[in-house]
């Protein structure tokens, strides 16, 4: 375990929210965590830009690099909203997990499961999930601040489409089986992490949008609507049988 | 959420999208007694977060999907992840009081979140949505390895 401090980051926003009142530790122990998953997705992206590099596919690395300066920065500016909030931008943080290496399969077939599972599946549901929050924002800093995460967010999951439409006709046969054998894997994680961080019973009042509190139920509907009317279509027009690897995430024991 | 906000956060993402073109049940988890009764309130009250730790890691655990017995309350609840096995400990206050400051502090990263998330009403409990930021993506499974 070690400690996560982005109190000197945050205080450089120089941040003011209104005073959340009752909704205190709410929108302190929500943006607290949202620091720490913010913060966790660089290192996500740092090992991508090194198996990126490994492959020779240096301006992508370099593409993911910097996403995990961003990454960095979102977490500063989560850990902004919870100072601002009262709250203290310190965490302890496991140490970070190195991106799965898939050893099963050639080193271009690994990388691409891993952008399809980051930027096409997480990034994605990211976009719709914060966009939606960002929607019922008012006007202000919170939401000029959410404003810029979700610009970045939208960036990332735009370059794992574009990657995966680049590198998928390069693939043989084999390394193209490799990914698909990965789907309902990464389909299952991923509802599995969507519904850990999206409390079915959480419930505010009206004013809680103007922190960025999202009513679990809701977020979980766009999370399944994301999902099957964005994320498989288009894996679908890729040539990826991704409707299929769905369907076999729900009968998984 | 508004609909035409769900609808416009669809496009959205259908917009970064756009480039070319729970488990079913077996079995039941065994019925372990709890090895530390949670009783007194003043225990819970004098309770730091290290002996919160190992008052909650003396409490048995469900696995991660593990389906719960149909004599269970929570059984076939579908935003249960995680339980404490033994019914009763999950309202004791010296579970409640340890879940809600362990969830508060480790805002989700504790080994005992979906048993403490599905013990805690939901008065109890604190935190939004948080899923965002990518994880690590999962290890292909050994038996899926061809």
Same mark, same amino acid.
């Given at each position: 375990?070690?400690?996560?401090?982005? $109190?000197?980051?945050?205080?450089?926003?120089?941040?003011?929210?209104?005073?959340?009142?009752?909704?205190?530790?709410?929108?302190?122990?929500?943006?607290?965590?949202?620091?720490?998953?913010?913060?966790?997705?660089?290192?996500?992206?740092?090992?991508?830009?090194?198996?990126?590099?490994?492959?020779?596919?240096?301006?992508?690395?370099?593409?993911?690099?910097?996403?995990?300066?961003?990454?960095?920065?979102?977490?500063?500016?989560?850990?902004?909203?919870?100072?601002?909030?009262?709250?203290?931008?310190?965490?302890?943080?496991?140490?970070?997990?190195?991106?799965?290496?898939?050893?099963?399969?050639?080193? $271009?077939?690994?990388?691409?499961?891993?952008?399809?599972?980051? !930027?096409?599946?997480?990034?994605?549901?990211?976009?719709?999930?914060?966009?939606?929050?960002?929607?019922?924002?008012?006007?202000?800093?919170?939401?000029?601040?959410?404003?810029?995460?979700?610009?970045?967010?939208?960036?990332?999951?735009?370059?794992?489409?574009?990657?995966?439409?680049?590198? #998928?006709?390069?693939?043989?046969?084999?390394?193209?089986?490799?990914?698909?054998?990965? #789907?309902?894997?990464?389909?299952?994680?991923?509802?599995?992490?969507?519904?850990?961080?999206?409390?079915?019973?959480?419930?505010?009042?009206?004013?809680? !949008?103007?922190?960025?509190?999202?009513?679990? *139920?809701?977020?979980?509907?766009?999370?399944?609507?994301?999902?099957?009317?964005?994320? #498989?279509?288009?894996?679908?027009?890729?040539?990826?049988?991704?409707?299929?690897?769905?369907? *076999?995430? $729900? *009968?998984?024991? | 959420?508004?609909?035409?906000?769900? =609808?416009?956060?669809?496009?959205?993402?259908?917009?970064?999208?756009?480039?070319?073109?729970?488990?079913?049940?077996?079995?039941?988890?065994?019925? /372990?007694?709890?090895?530390?009764?949670?009783?007194?309130?003043?225990?819970?009250?004098?309770?730091?977060?290290?002996?919160?730790?190992?008052?909650?890691?003396?409490?048995?655990?469900?696995?991660?999907?593990?389906?719960?017995?149909?004599?269970?309350?929570?059984?076939?609840?579908?935003? /249960?992840?995680?339980?404490?096995?033994?019914?009763?400990? =999950?309202?004791?206050?010296?579970?409640?009081?340890?879940?809600?400051?362990?969830?508060?502090?480790?805002?989700?990263?504790?080994?005992?979140?979906?048993?403490?998330?599905?013990?805690?009403?939901?008065?109890?409990?604190?935190?939004?949505?948080?899923?965002?930021?990518?994880? /690590?993506?999962?290890?292909?499974?050994?038996?899926?390895?061809?």
């Amino acid at each position: 375990m070690t400690q996560l401090d982005l $109190r000197a980051a945050a205080l450089a926003h120089s941040l003011v929210v209104p005073p959340p009142a009752i909704l205190q530790r709410a929108v302190i122990a929500t943006w607290h965590g949202r620091m720490i998953q913010e913060h966790g997705s660089s290192h996500v992206f740092d090992g991508l830009a090194a198996q990126l590099a490994a492959i020779g596919d240096h301006t992508d690395a370099d593409e993911c690099r910097a996403f995990a300066a961003e990454e960095r920065a979102h977490g500063a500016m989560c850990g902004a909203v919870v100072e601002a909030a009262g709250g203290s931008a310190v965490a302890t943080i496991a140490a970070p997990r190195p991106v799965p290496a898939h050893a099963d399969t050639t080193p $271009r077939a690994a990388v691409l499961r891993n952008i399809i599972s980051v !930027a096409c599946l997480s990034e994605t549901v990211a976009v719709a999930l914060i966009g939606a929050e960002r929607l019922e924002m008012p006007d202000g800093p919170l939401r000029d601040l959410l404003t810029r995460i979700w610009s970045d967010e939208v960036g990332h999951a735009r370059f794992g489409w574009r990657y995966v439409e680049r590198v #998928l006709p390069e693939l043989t046969a084999d390394e193209r089986a490799a990914v698909e054998r990965y #789907l309902p894997v990464a389909l299952a994680a991923l509802e599995t992490h969507e519904l850990a961080h999206l409390p079915i019973n959480a419930h505010w009042p009206e004013d809680g !949008a103007t922190f960025g509190l999202c009513d679990g *139920s809701d977020a979980r509907e766009l999370f399944y609507d994301t999902v099957t009317d964005v994320i #498989l279509p288009q894996l679908e027009a890729l040539g990826l049988a991704a409707a299929h690897a769905w369907q *076999s995430t $729900r *009968s998984v024991p | 959420m508004k609909l035409e906000t769900r =609808r416009a956060a669809l496009r959205m993402a259908a917009k970064v999208a756009l480039v070319a073109t729970t488990a079913s049940c077996s079995g039941a988890p065994p019925r /372990v007694e709890p090895s530390v009764q949670p009783t007194a309130t003043e225990a819970a009250a004098k309770d730091t977060p290290e002996t919160c730790t190992a008052y909650l890691d003396t409490l048995a655990m469900t696995d991660l999907g593990q389906p719960l017995p149909e004599s269970d309350p929570l059984h076939g609840r579908n935003n /249960v992840y995680g339980a404490f096995v033994d019914v009763a400990a =999950r309202s004791a206050p010296r579970t409640q009081d340890c879940c809600s400051g362990e969830l508060d502090s480790d805002r989700g990263q504790s080994k005992h979140r979906w048993a403490c998330c599905s013990a805690l009403p939901a008065e109890r409990q604190t935190i939004a949505c948080s899923p965002w930021g990518p994880p /690590v993506p999962p290890e292909m499974p050994a038996h899926l390895i061809a």
